[in-house]
């Protein structure tokens, strides 16, 4: 079992910058690809950025690419998501996922994660 927690979350004004930080409970952090996925009232959930258990490979929605940026630290068992240029809409709250895999690319179907964390609140005004 893995536990996922979320942190630094906020309500900030648009054109303001975030950085989400989710701490992993295994000592195989290394082996999972992460994913960081958000869900806005009344919408789907969606995949926000991802990478590979390595870093090596990383994928981002059209929606936020060139504003956000997903890093990992396999030593420290972190991963982060800075997110710059807010928008209103990018208000959801957030949650990072963690999928055990051999694969050395990005994981993308939410399905495939088998662990989840609380979530992060963020809101951005105009």
């Known amino acids: 079992q893995v536990q996922l927690a979320e942190s630094g979350g906020g309500s900030v004004q648009a054109g303001a910058s975030l950085r989400l930080s989710c701490a992993a409970s295994?000592?195989?952090?290394?082996?999972?690809?992460m994913g960081w996925f958000r869900q806005a009232p009344g919408k789907a959930r969606e995949l926000v950025a991802a990478t590979s258990w390595s870093g090596g490979d990383t994928y981002y929605a059209d929606s936020v690419k060139d504003r956000f940026t997903i890093s990992r630290d396999n030593a420290k068992k972190m991963t982060y998501l800075q997110m710059n240029n807010l928008r209103p809409e990018d208000t959801a709250v957030y949650y990072c996922?963690?999928?055990?895999?051999?694969?050395?690319?990005?994981?993308?179907?939410?399905?495939?994660?088998?662990?989840w964390g609380q979530g992060t609140q963020v809101t951005v005004s105009s």
């Open positions: 996922a963690a999928d055990f895999t051999y694969d050395s690319r990005v994981v993308l179907p939410p399905a495939k994660y088998d662990f």
């Open positions: 295994t000592l195989t952090f290394s082996s999972y690809a």
